[in-house]
């Protein structure tokens, strides 16, 4: 998993950051991802969030402890028709 490819990856069970949101109080939520909607992402931590997509803009950790920022917005989508996207490179 790159920078490059991690829209096409699943995202349930890495390890996630909120590094900006529109929203204050969404900044610094740290857990791992639970479950993956259309447009929202459920993380949990100390506790549990259901933190929109749209709106945020996240910190992943790989398995390998590499750190990858995305767009929330470019996560928008089920995930099964996300992988079906084409992006450009």
């Excluded at 590094?19 to 991802?33: D, M, Q």
């Amino acid at each position: 998993m790159t920078r490059r490819n991690i829209i096409w990856h699943e995202l349930i069970g890495l390890k996630a950051r909120i590094i900006r949101a529109s929203h204050p109080e969404l900044v610094g939520i740290e857990g791992y991802v639970l479950d993956e909607t259309r447009n929202t992402l459920t993380i949990v931590g100390d506790r549990v969030w259901t933190v929109p997509k749209d709106v945020v803009e996240i910190e992943f950790e790989t398995a390998a402890g590499e750190k990858i920022r995305v767009d929330g917005k470019s996560l928008v989508g089920r995930p099964e028709m996300r992988l079906k996207k084409r992006w450009r490179k």
